[in-house]
């Protein structure tokens, strides 16, 4: 057996189910592998789509996402995606080939290449350490969750493996408990506050139960990052999304609160609208698994290391033992209330935390649709069992917040580095890690056009999938940042395209929708087999820019 199969043979024993990838001579073999030995291997049309189609498998899955790349110009064009998955933390493990040989055409220093982004580089030394250095690779990518590069020397691929596979040793990880320190210390602020919001983020996903729990002792309201989004759905006592997305009640209630926990949550500039959500009498408490994230972007008061639902069930023990109070049946508002958990609070959650119920004028007319009018109706005409994927742009917060999603698996935002463009591959990641749910990608005109070699990947699989295109036939965010200044704006505007004639071009259904009546196509091809994807091209107003831009702009 050579290296490069032997690779191949470790990570399927390791247990990678799907991995992504375009297959050049560098990569072909350990690609072959992995598909000898049951691993499901998705073609992209373009490097930068299969690093993001692995990414959102990974989000969406819970697994490690496996990306196969050429060496050279395979791994560089898939550089964006990698980078986007550095720093979301997402665990990715990249195999790419690598050209160790400066007269090759194909050579670069990779590994320095995957620092500069915030990866991992990991190189197969040999063939003795070779089932070594990718047990290593993986495991760093799943335990510490980081993207990890694993070189693959072409002069190494090639070369026998003695002796086959050994049985692969235990990895012995668990998830570490706070100390009991920490876990008081936050026990005690927990059970001085008045007003607690917890804001969970993507670490805090596997934690819901946990987290419901001592959110009901303590009186605490319930928010989540974007990334997060629908962890607490159904609850009487979410907020929704906190930061630029947050409606106006959710942005109320979080800017009172006197303790704010952020759970496996980075509590960034979006997340907390540059620190205007944070009271100045507020206290923050931060609970990570990595040190390095704790007071990254804002000081806090109190920073626990550990596992999310490790520390709440710590915590909660502790309040427990002290007799604070606790509410009988965590999911209901009390008759009186403990904290911010009143009846009245309640019901205005209830009534106004929904970006769809804050009342709006309706700017459709003149051949376009409101976005926020498309959005609602599509909403309401899509089936509730959902996974959502939105690119990046203007029109984001629209399918981001007035698309219900049910629960943490059904939104998937890769926009740890706010890339456009990255849309359309999302939602094949995440349309494969969740065949039971609908996918749905929500695209600018711009992203569209610059991921739209992927509508082949998506006809090709047979994907089910809605495409749904905000086209304002600009890049709209730049036309609402510099356009109120007086900027030209002729180098961020565009004629318009008919993107639904190319959707068409690809094998998929499409309409185009200028009002609200054209959405009956939409339900036609519900209502149908659903035998190929559908894309909507929805020409939409774009007199300003949507709600979120101006707090967006403020990081620029």
Not at 97 to 123: C, K, M, T, W, Y
Not at 181 to 208: C, S, Y
Not at 328 to 353: C, F, L, M, N, S
Not at 409 to 417: E, S
Request: hydrophobic share 45%.
């Amino acid at each position: 057996m050579i290296v490069a199969r032997a690779v191949g043979g470790v990570l399927a024993e390791l247990g990678v189910d799907t991995a992504f990838g375009v297959v050049g001579s560098g990569n072909f073999h350990v690609t072959n592998a992995l598909v000898e030995h049951g691993v499901r291997f998705v073609a992209a049309r373009h490097e930068g789509g299969a690093a993001t189609m692995a990414d959102a498998y990974a989000r969406m899955s819970g697994s490690v996402g496996v990306l196969s790349v050429h060496q050279g110009p395979g791994l560089t064009n898939a550089m964006t995606g990698i980078t986007e998955a550095a720093k979301s933390r997402t665990p990715l493990l990249v195999l790419a080939g690598e050209a160790l040989e400066p007269r090759s055409n194909f050579h670069i220093d990779q590994s320095a290449l995957a620092e500069a982004v915030g990866a991992v580089p990991v190189r197969v030394e040999s063939p003795a350490t070779a089932v070594a250095d990718t047990v290593r690779a993986f495991r760093l990518a799943a335990h510490d969750r980081r993207a990890v590069l694993l070189n693959l020397p072409l002069g190494v691929q090639g070369q026998p493996v003695e002796g086959g596979l050994e049985p692969l040793p235990a990895a012995g990880q668990s998830a570490p408990s706070p100390s009991p320190e920490a876990a008081a210390e936050l026990a005690k602020v927990l059970a001085g506050a008045r007003r607690p919001v917890f804001v969970a983020g993507r670490g805090a996903r596997h934690a819901r139960s946990e987290l419901e729990e001592l959110a009901a002792r303590t009186g605490a309201l319930l928010a989540t990052s974007a990334v997060a989004r629908g962890l607490f759905k159904g609850s009487p006592w979410s907020l929704d999304v906190s930061g630029g997305f947050a409606s106006p009640l959710a942005a109320e209630l979080i800017r009172e609160a006197d303790v704010i926990v952020g759970w496996g949550c980075a509590l960034n500039m979006w997340t907390m609208r540059h620190g205007a959500l944070i009271g100045p009498a507020t206290t923050v408490v931060q609970v990570d698994l990595d040190l390095d994230a704790l007071g990254a972007h804002r000081p806090i008061g109190l920073g626990v290391l550990g596992d999310v639902a490790a520390t709440a069930r710590a915590v909660t023990a502790l309040l427990a033992e002290r007799g604070s109070p606790a509410a009988a049946e965590p999911q209901e508002p009390a008759a009186e209330g403990y904290g911010r958990r009143t009846p009245a609070i309640a019901e205005r959650i209830a009534r106004e935390v929904a970006w769809r119920d804050v009342p709006y004028a309706d700017e459709s007319g003149d051949g376009r649709i409101d976005p926020r009018t498309l959005s609602i109706a599509l909403d309401d005409l899509l089936p509730e069992e959902r996974v959502v994927s939105v690119d990046s742009g203007n029109f984001m917060g629209y399918p981001s917040m007035f698309l219900s999603v049910p629960d943490e698996y059904g939104f998937c935002f890769t926009q740890g580095f706010q890339s456009v463009g990255l849309g359309l591959a999302t939602a094949v990641g995440a349309a494969l890690a969740r065949p039971d749910r609908l996918p749905v990608a929500a695209l600018g005109d711009g992203g569209a056009l610059m991921g739209i070699a992927e509508l082949e990947t998506v006809v090709r699989l047979g994907l089910h999938m809605v495409i749904v295109v905000y086209d304002d036939e600009a890049y709209g965010a730049e036309v609402h940042h510099f356009g109120p200044d007086g900027y030209p704006l002729d180098q961020v505007r565009f004629p318009p395209a008919d993107i639904a004639a190319i959707a068409r071009g690809f094998g998929c259904a499409a309409v185009t929708v200028r009002e609200r009546a054209d959405l009956a196509a939409v339900s036609g091809w519900l209502d149908g087999p659903r035998d190929r994807p559908l894309l909507i091209q929805a020409k939409v107003t774009a007199s300003h820019g949507s709600w979120w831009l101006e707090e967006a702009f403020r990081g620029h």
